[in-house]
């Protein structure tokens, strides 16, 4: 699906369009650095996931 991603190897790509069977791609994101990948190298994708949680932001100590 268009602007999500894809890691192959150690590389993230941003999918840009999907036509069919072709995949267009921006190479090098997240701060990654493009590479060569084997042809038979591992594609892996999925859905976005989101997860919210509460930091503590200070801290009471009554033991002073």
């Keep these: 699906e268009p602007d ?3 890691l ?5 790509m ?7 069977t ?9 701060g990654t650095t493009p590479a060569l990948h084997a042809r038979n190298a ?3 994708y ?7 949680t ?3 932001t200070y801290r009471e100590d009554w033991d002073l």
């Design 54 to 56: 509460t930091v503590a």
């Design 8 to 12: 192959i190897d150690a590389e993230w």
């Design 46 to 52: 999925g859905q976005r996931l989101v997860s919210e």
């Design 22 to 30: 072709r995949v267009v791609v921006k190479r090098a994101q997240r």
């Design 14 to 20: 941003k999918v840009e369009s999907i036509d069919g």
């Design 42 to 44: 591992l594609v892996h």
């Design 4 to 6: 999500s991603y894809v």
